[in-house]
T-cell receptor, first 111, second 114 residues
């Protein structure tokens, strides 16, 4: 079992729709959770992070965390073609701030 | 804020040569820097963790004598790929933290070994 699992996609959504990206993790002791966006050929850029159960909203983005289910998700409202990228879920297991990354989900927003 | 730069962005070298990649935190002091490698269509793989003034901690399977890491100051870490071979061709990305958990990534260095 991989430590951080994501559906590779591609996930295709029409412009203006809600994109839902999911991530599961194996280590129950994981403490914090990050979503990064990576455009093709570029390095990852931080979208948001979440530590506590529940929802955290930042603009069009909402991160959701359920520690009991070991599940974290990212919702993108009003998806735009510019949101088309690979979305990486990363988990901090508490080992010196190291992050473990999932393989990423490719999102395609069609105009 | 939290800007990280890398230099060079692209490097092409001959097999057997060494290549040095610099990672700088431009507007903050980075207590820890991380080095990753990413092959095409794969996720980031952590190579090593670098703390200022101390030896880097390498992940399992990463050769410390091949990938030399120096973290001489709170704003600069370097990765030297020694005796590079074609299989070392990859996208090398550094990240830095301020002591909190969030990692800020540099733009990456694409290495091609001929």
């Amino acid at each position: 079992q991989k430590e951080v699992e994501q559906n590779s996609g591609p996930l295709s959504v029409p412009e203006g729709a809600i994109a839902s990206l999911n991530c599961t993790y194996s280590d129950r002791g994981s403490q914090s959770f990050f979503w990064y966006r990576q455009y093709s050929g570029k390095s990852p850029e931080l979208i948001m992070f979440i530590y506590s159960n529940g929802d955290k909203e930042d603009g069009r983005f909402t991160a959701q965390l359920n520690k009991a289910s070991q599940y974290v998700s990212l919702l993108i409202r009003d998806s735009q073609p510019s949101d088309s990228a690979t979305y990486l879920c990363a988990v901090n297991k508490g080992e010196g701030n190291k992050l473990v990354f999932g393989a990423g989900t490719i999102l395609r927003v069609k105009s | 804020g939290a800007v990280v730069s890398q230099h060079p962005s692209w490097v092409i070298c001959k097999s057997g040569t060494s290549v040095k990649i610099e990672c700088r935190s431009l507007d903050f002091q980075a207590t820890t820097m991380f080095w990753y490698r990413q092959f095409p269509k794969q996720s980031l793989m952590l190579m090593a963790t670098s703390n200022e003034g101390s030896k880097a901690t390498y992940e399992q399977g990463v050769e410390k004598d091949k990938f030399l890491i120096n973290h001489a100051s709170l704003t600069l870490s370097t990765l030297t790929v020694t005796s590079a071979h074609p299989e070392d061709s990859s996208f090398y990305i550094c990240s830095a933290t301020t002591g909190k958990e969030t990692q800020y990534f540099g733009p990456g260095t694409r290495l091609l070994v001929l």
